[in-house]
């Protein structure tokens, strides 16, 4: 119910939006041009996008409504190649060599001393951090904020190869761990609710293909969607066996995907010259709803995806897009309209969780009913059985007063016995 709420109470803050003209062309936010913009990422509460420069060494906060920036933050990374956001969407994380960590509130920034080079970040329910480095062979590595140390380090089979991406799900509970870099590539599950990281499952040898660039979770947390570079597309993999069980063609080596807040569309976006086009899939049905034809760079035009990011309403896709040509190496954050209602379609699901929730009302009114009525059958039934007690009862205590009664009687014929005469009751008696 509380998920119906959230659902709700997001749509009734951005009715006003999407009263706003739709923009059909793609367009450049020429301000973000920078010869390395590694990581993109959107603020669920906030009109915000988080860009990672790492040329500039900045975190810059693109409004989403205005498509202008808002803000640029310096910040102490050697690489910028990672961020994630807390279950209570108040700390942003950044990953890079080290770990800073933005207050999205108040802006201000906090370096964590860890002797790590860090690649990939990720919050658990506790607000506590996992991160991966750029160690060979390494670990996926636990610290607690509040104590400031690595409080255990794990891998599915001793060791996880370098640059592992991590992400947690929505609540923060269930942690999974991507290799990159490798053919083929690797997904590792792990249970992170108690004490000791378990690790659930893994996907079957090959079965991911190779060269993983991103993957992203549902909001349910039931499906995985992957962006690998073969086979073409992005893979949907069943979130609880890790077994792959769709595939969402999108051409040669898709560089990103991503899915809106509430997980009613998916995005994916491949690396072709020849293929410069944004896609977007149902997940309901996996189906193909639209593909938008990108801009291409103002160089020779061989893209250079880095990401995707949805805005909070659905409405906009931000890439990191440019020309990955090692000559003219420059990107540009390029923005889509998805032509979708997502508040309308978020509201009509639910419209489907409301009916499916008043059914079990039903269902459990009618339960309740039942039990009631056998209670109060039950409790008739206890009456009369008490009522049979209380006079078996009285009947047991008549049969003692009786009893009683005719046992005195019997001690008195037998006093009256020993008093006859001896003869006589020699006689008669003996």
Request: with cysteine; glycine share 6%; net charge negative.
């Amino acid at each position: 119910m509380r998920k119906a709420s959230q659902i709700l109470l997001g749509c009734i803050c951005l009715a006003f939006i999407l009263a706003q003209p739709v923009q059909a062309e793609p367009r450049w936010i020429e301000e973000t041009l920078s010869t390395n913009l590694s990581y993109i990422m959107r603020d669920n509460e906030r009109d915000v996008i988080y860009l990672a420069d790492a040329e500039k060494q900045e975190l810059v906060l693109l409004d989403t409504m205005t498509e202008e920036i808002i803000e640029r933050l310096s910040i102490p990374s050697s690489n910028f190649a990672d961020m994630a956001m807390s279950k209570d969407n108040k700390t942003l994380a950044i990953g890079g060599g080290s770990v800073v960590l933005v207050d999205v509130e108040t802006l201000d920034i906090k370096e964590l001393s860890i002797a790590e080079d860090v690649v990939s970040v990720a919050f658990d329910y506790k607000g506590n951090l996992y991160f991966t480095t750029t160690e060979y062979w390494g670990k996926i590595h636990y610290y607690d904020l509040a104590t400031e140390t690595v409080m255990h380090s794990f891998a599915a089979h001793n060791s996880i190869y370098k640059n592992a991406l991590v992400k947690t799900d929505k609540e923060g509970k269930i942690l999974y761990a991507a290799e990159r870099g490798l053919s083929p590539a690797s997904l590792y599950k792990f249970d992170v609710s108690g004490e000791e990281p378990i690790f659930r499952a893994e996907d079957a040898h090959g079965a991911l293909g190779g060269n993983l660039r991103d993957f992203a979770i549902s909001p349910d947390g039931k499906k995985i969607y992957i962006a690998c570079g073969a086979p073409y597309g992005i893979q949907v993999v069943d979130s609880e066996s890790i077994e792959r069980i769709a595939l969402l063609e999108t051409g040669a080596y898709p560089g990103g995907v991503d899915l809106d807040k509430y997980g009613i569309y998916v995005y994916g976006i491949p690396l072709s010259t020849y293929n410069n086009i944004l896609y977007q899939f149902k997940t309901a049905d996996l189906s193909l709803t639209n593909s938008f034809p990108l801009l291409k760079h103002t160089y020779n035009g061989a893209p250079g995806v880095r990401g995707i990011a949805v805005d909070k309403t659905g409405e906009k896709a931000f890439i990191i897009h440019g020309d990955s040509h090692p000559s003219y190496l420059t990107f540009k954050v390029q923005v889509v309209d998805t032509e979708v209602n997502i508040c309308e379609e978020a509201i009509a699901l639910l419209e489907e969780e409301i009916a499916t929730l008043k059914a079990k009302v039903t269902e459990l009114e009618e339960l309740i009913a039942n039990i009631l009525s056998q209670n109060e059958q039950l409790t008739n039934e206890n009456s009369s059985l008490r009522q049979d007690i209380s006079n078996m009862a009285q009947t047991i205590a008549d049969l003692r007063e009786e009893n009683a009664t005719v046992k005195a009687e019997l001690d008195a014929l037998k006093a009256k016995i020993k008093n006859l005469p001896a003869g006589v009751y020699k006689k008669y008696f003996d």
